[in-house]
């Protein structure tokens, strides 16, 4: 089991159940739920960068339990693992507005848009 994140870049924030049905559709791997954007793009190569991803050389030591998924510069799906959801989250969500990108927890339906 895990702590999911997704994040998106969007230009006008969403309400929670518009939130839900972006996050369904990336989880589903429907291309074309928004558009790519380079601030996703930087997103997840910083994320990568400090992070790393899910692979045999990390899974001793990794937050992920799976790997990283970035679809298409549309989004991005994280499982953390939940003994480190409290540690992990803040610091994402930091990064996350740090790129101007929206971060939702599916688990609680938080949306988290970036201060603008």
């Known amino acids: 089991m895990s702590f999911d994140l997704a994040f998106w870049y969007e230009e006008v924030p969403s309400t929670v159940d518009q939130a839900v049905r972006i996050y369904l559709r990336l989880v589903d791997g429907e291309p074309g739920v928004l558009s790519s954007s380079p601030q996703v793009e930087a997103f997840f190569e910083d994320l990568v960068a400090i992070?790393?991803?899910?692979?045999?050389?990390?899974?001793?030591?990794?937050?992920?339990?799976?790997?990283?998924?970035a679809g298409h510069g549309e989004g991005v799906l994280v499982c953390i693992a939940w003994s480190r959801c409290q540690e992990m989250t803040p610091l994402l969500v930091g990064l996350a507005h740090e790129h101007d990108v929206t971060v939702f927890d599916p688990q609680d339906r938080n949306v988290w848009s970036p201060p603008r």
């Not at 992070?51 to 998924?69: H, I, N, V």
């Open 51 to 69: 992070f790393g991803d899910l692979d045999e050389k990390t899974m001793d030591y990794s937050p992920w339990t799976a790997p990283l998924e």
